[in-house]
């Protein structure tokens, strides 16, 4: 029944919202038009704002009681300079608010309008009768610092300072704090979505979207001459966004400023006259003009107007939802649909950088990178970001991770940022302090799920975490770093396009490579379409994300040709090699003794190529090498181990460890490695390891990519699994043969020694690649 009477009381709508948005689209269309044709473009003079006093500009309507409050807080603050000033614009109050600050504090300056102009009317009216060029807008149940007033002032350092925004508390502090003054934007499922950011590492000066109406101080002149508030946004709420939007896009810059405080009694006056549901639907209208004004680039306005009817209609189907749009916003955005289109012509002569630029520029990095010094190139300063945890080193791109950071450290100025699994792993991840000028760590949530119908891959739903984008941002920031080296394909999703610094992505294996190379393992056809779904999503990403990176590492040669198939263009931009390397002092070569008999096989079975590798060899190796030497047993070693009923191991000749902290012990003392994968890509740091420890290795061609291309060389190469049993069997019967083998790894590995990672780097050995 509820569904029915929202369908017959939006009737109406349904059948005129197409036409609506038709409408819309032409009228967008034409002040475009409009704006190309005869619309001037503004030229930007920026000259900075003396800022030896302020005036503060407090809206107020029908609000004596706060006023009586709060202004005597305000008095105190701006007490130290005689030129500082104090402006309350009365919006047509009726309950004496004017009589009454004549008479308790006259030298406040109390400006009477007639009528009520809104927050965003009474603001402007405010800033025109200002005598200083710093104004400060206070909401009228803020309540100040007495120290508040001299950061903010500070903030305005260079003329390029459109506004600087003060730290808000709530005067309730059990209420969960909803606005903190660090504002962020973006933009998502068609539409501009805000919020503000609590983050007490932020100390000092750090840019924001935008400046809150009620908490920040403001460059006047900057403030009219892009036009003030909007009076389409009346009464209230979103006016705020609107202005820092424009601040950007004119070339301009608003900051945070987190040693300026002040309380806010939350929705103290807009909360107390007005309804929740109709404060919901100015937002949805708001949301909605706003659009139509700032949004210049049709690439995100069309699917504003798609999502926005569609908006609608789920409204209608499944009610009413915060941060969607609905018809009744669509219809009130659409009475004002003239007023609209000559915002958006005055917006479009305003602006002098894209949507795109003006959405990036208020991000840390970003801004870094566009508007601050480089630090000093003799020693780079390096932002280390890994997904998985390092300390110890639970899987081979584990290992890697972990000798990098260690030869990074020797090299450059290195700061981490490492994703955990538990919080338990933190203590473990101290030693990072001993190498790193500073580490971040931060327990990833599995709330971060999978949704099949997104055309995200998977593994980078699985990171896509706001918190980690806003850590990487703030770091860059706050520490100048010069280089962003990103681990794995799925954290490239962080790569940006930046101007002065470097940012850089470690395939650790080609992803699409991989997933189209355990394609034909996959059994049943519901599993072989998400696979293929799951492939088509991957090489979309990768390929569009990588061409953002200055750089991308890649394991092996074969990898960078397989890379540079498909983008031909990064020629000269994809390495391979420089990180595909451990540290061989640490094992003990040739080993020994060595337990006759004894297979090794390692990895993390959180891993799907090395799940399906042992299922091969279980099923389809292990049999014929035991049916040639009944005494041969296959030692298993890995994190996340599965049952041993999910092998079909007939024999009983294999045994799974589990989690092995160093298995240093385990290379040196068993016969024959065995490194059956199958799918995948990149380099096995499993026979890195197997080589620096003088164990004979027998592998198929994808499991030895990049280490060996020729059978014998360094290693015993097959993918049938009667030659693989034979291989395994000879090594057994032939210690001559297993020497000859150990001899040529220990030949190329004293060549190897000098290279990547190689070198003993003078720090206690960590435990070691606990798989």
Known sequence: MAFLKRVLRALPMIIFSPFLTAISIAAVAVADLWWMVLGPQRRVVNTRPRTDAASVVIPNWNGRDLLEKYIPAVLTAISGSPANEVI??????????????????????????????????????GFRAAKNDIVVLLNSDMRVEPDFLQPLLDGFADETIFAVACQIFLSDPSRRREETGLTEMWWRDGNIRVSHREDGAVNGLYPCAYGGGGSSAFDRHKFLEIGGFDEILAPFYLEDTDLGYLAWKRGWKVLYQPASVVWHEHRGT??????????????????????????????????????TLGGGFLSVCWGDEAGRANFGGLWTAFCQLPGAMRARVRARSLATISDTEALQRPRGAIYRDRFLAAPDPDRPRVLFVAPYPICPPVHGGGVFMYETVRELSRLCELHAVILLDRACELAAHQELHEYCASAEFMVRSESNGSHFGSITPH???????DQLRWLINRQVF???????????????????????????????????????????????????????????????????????????QVCTLENRDYLESFLPHMRGRIESGLRAGIATQRYAFPGGPRRSFAMLFVGSFRHPPNQIALEWFAREVLPRVVARCPAARLLVAGSDPPPMHAYADATGAMEMLGFVEDLRPLFASCSVFVCPIRSGSGVRVKLLEAFASGIPVVSTFIGAEGLARKDGEVCRLSNDPEEFAGHIVELFDSPERAHDLIEACGSRGNTQRTMAHASDIGRADPPLDGR
């Open 88 to 125: 309350v614009v009365d919006n047509g109050s009726s309950d004496g608010s004017a009589d009454f600050l004549r008479e308790r504090f006259p030298e406040v300056r109390v400006l009477a309008l007639p009528q009520n102009l809104g927050f965003g009317g009474g603001s402007n009216a």
């Open 270 to 307: 807009i909360g107390k006259k007005f309804s929740a549901a109709y404060i919901q639907s100015v937002l949805k209208k708001n949301f909605i003009l706003f659009c139509w004004k700032n949004i210049h680039g049709w690439r995100r306005l069309l699917p504003h107007f798609f999502f």
């Open 459 to 465: 593994a980078v739903q699985e990171f896509a975490i």
């Open 478 to 552: 706050q520490h100048r770093l010069s280089v962003v080296q990103l681990e794995y394909t799925a954290l490239a999703q962080y790569a940006e396009r930046y101007k002065t610094l470097v940012s850089a992505v470690f395939e650790h294996d080609v992803y699409f490579q991989s997933i189209a190379r355990g394609l034909k393992f996959t059994r049943g056809p519901f599993d072989r379409l998400k696979a293929r779904f799951e492939y088509l999503r991957a090489i979309r990403f990768e390929l569009r994300q990588l061409r953002l990176a200055d750089r991308v």
